[in-house]
């Protein structure tokens, strides 16, 4: 069965530094990969995908993650954070034909600093 | 196009009862997906609906059931609350070819 691990539950950072935020994943083949964010009371907005190509994506909000198959990791990156990017950032990952069920990582709180 | 919505926001219950939570998929999605989120257990999914055939279920007890309608409409049922239920409860939608899915705002359960 695949398995998400997001090692750092908690993370503070000053605003306008860069951010990286971890993610390791469990799965015998090539998954798909997921950030998604939740702020409170919400639900989750999905951030960015990886499903094949390039390794280096791009997402909404100046977000980007690599895909590097030989750490098994999909890590988020953020040049620059605003103090508006607070808030929870789950990973996720998904198999190939196995419909819509994402499995997620315990999540990791982002905290702004001003 | 308006987003997934889930009605009720907000519901509470007590031990025994059971419980009906409703969810709108994006329009032209014909999947819908159930998650239960706790501090616990973090986001756990429950089940996925595909034109009207549950395609794919969690490890959940049976005292957890869904279904969905020919409008691709969703519910899910909870039998027999218990205090664990507590829980925040995320439906998504997809169009049922790719995971990528759209989730909307949950609806907050708390059993007393």
């Known amino acids: 069965a695949q398995s998400v691990t997001q090692p750092d539950i908690h993370i503070t950072v000053s605003e306008g530094a860069s951010l990286e935020l971890r993610c390791n994943y469990s799965?015998?083949?090539?998954?798909?990969l997921f950030w998604y964010v939740q702020s409170p009371g919400q639900g989750l907005q999905l951030l960015l995908k990886?499903?094949?190509?390039?390794?280096l994506v791009q997402g909404i909000k100046g977000f980007e993650a690599e895909f590097k198959r030989s750490q098994s990791s999909f890590n988020l990156r953020k040049p620059s954070v605003h103090w508006s990017d607070a808030a929870e950032y789950f990973c996720a990952v998904a198999r190939e034909n196995a419909g819509n069920m994402l499995t997620f990582g315990g999540g990791t709180r982002l905290m702004v600093k001003p | 196009k308006a987003g997934v919505t889930q009605t009720p926001r907000y519901l509470i219950k007590t031990r025994g009862q059971q419980v009906t939570l409703s969810c709108s998929p994006i329009?032209?999605?014909?999947?819908v997906s159930w998650y239960q989120q706790t501090p616990g257990q973090g986001l756990q999914f429950l089940f996925e609906y595909f034109s009207e055939t549950q395609r794919n279920k969690g490890n959940f007890p049976g005292r957890f059931s869904g279904r969905q309608f020919s409008n691709s409409r969703s519910e899910m049922n909870v039998s027999t609350l218990e205090l664990g239920d507590s829980a925040l409860y995320l439906c998504a939608s997809s169009t049922g070819g790719t995971v990528e899915q759209f989730f909307g705002p949950g609806t907050r359960l708390t059993v007393l």
């Open positions: 329009s032209g999605h014909r999947s």
């Open positions: 799965y015998g083949a090539t998954p798909y």
């Open positions: 990886y499903f094949s190509g390039d390794t």
